[in-house]
T-cell receptor, first 113, second 116 residues
Framework: DAGITQSPRYKITETGRQVTLMCHQT?????MFWYRQDLGHGLRLIYY???????DKGEVPDGYVVSRSKTENFPLTLESATRSQTSVYFC????????????FGPGTRLTVT | AQSVTQLDSQVPVFEEAPVELRCNYS??????LFWYVQYPNQGLQLLLK??????LVKGINGFEAEFNKSQTSFHLRKPSVHISDTAEYFC??????????????FGKGTKLTVNP
């Protein structure tokens, strides 16, 4: 199916473990983004990518690593998960240029115990 | 720095009543404006957007928003809400940074609850 998908949808992990959240889009959009959503904070940008092999930090990048070897995939890795990283994570993508509309995936709910 | 303020964190209304969700932004450069909706346990989807032209923008599900440059506002309205409009609504502002890249800033969201 065309669109943007995230996996897993739900994940429970322990403090200190490494966990990778996957994001895949079928539109060949140039830009991809990772956000976290927490009560009282709205959406905060973690990392974004303008193209394959080009990534840049957002507002809250500490504790996260991203890569983008293929245009369609943008995995987010928590190298050593902490309880403060318990959140809902959204991946988004958009085309290069106007209208700058971002398309969002369904989200991954991550709980770090 | 650019910022987005959604003035109400929660808005309860009765079914078939009108509703306005308020959004103000702060920016020294030209912006593009968006409203997104998030239904429970789902991702965000675009309701409407303002890029240029008419300041009154119509979106999906009967929503509309008005861009007011002097007031730096982009309030969302619907004349008659349904139970199914219960969701969280996010205002977002897109602008071009000094470095030439585009940045999208979200407000903290307004939870709309429509009661029977």
């Amino acid at each position: 199916d065309a669109g943007i998908t995230q996996s897993p949808r739900y994940k429970i992990t322990e403090t200190g473990r490494q966990v990778t959240l996957m994001c895949h889009q079928t539109w060949s959009h140039s830009y991809m983004f990772w956000y976290r959503q927490d009560l009282g904070h709205g959406l905060r940008l973690i990392y974004y990518s303008a193209a394959a092999d080009i990534t840049d930090k957002g507002e809250v990048p500490d504790g996260y690593v991203v890569s983008r070897s293929k245009t369609e995939n943008f995995p987010l890795t928590l190298e050593s998960a902490t309880r403060s990283q318990t959140s809902v994570y959204f991946c988004a993508s958009r085309e290069r240029g106007l209208p700058y509309e971002q398309y969002f995936g369904p989200g991954t709910r991550l709980t770090v115990t | 720095a650019q910022s987005v303020t959604q003035l109400d964190s929660q808005v309860p209304v009765f079914e078939e009543a009108p509703v306005e969700l308020r959004c103000n932004y702060s920016s020294s450069v030209s912006v593009y404006l968006f409203w997104y909706v998030q239904y429970p346990n789902q991702g965000l989807q675009l309701l409407l957007k303002y890029l240029s032209g008419s300041t009154l923008v119509k979106g999906i599900n009967g929503f509309e928003a008005e861009f007011n440059k002097s007031q730096t506002s982009f309030h969302l309205r619907k004349p008659s809400v349904h139970i199914s409009d219960t969701a969280e609504y996010f205002c977002a502002v897109s602008f071009i940074t000094q470095g030439g890249s585009e940045k999208l800033v979200f407000g903290k969201g307004t939870k709309l609850t429509v009661n029977p």
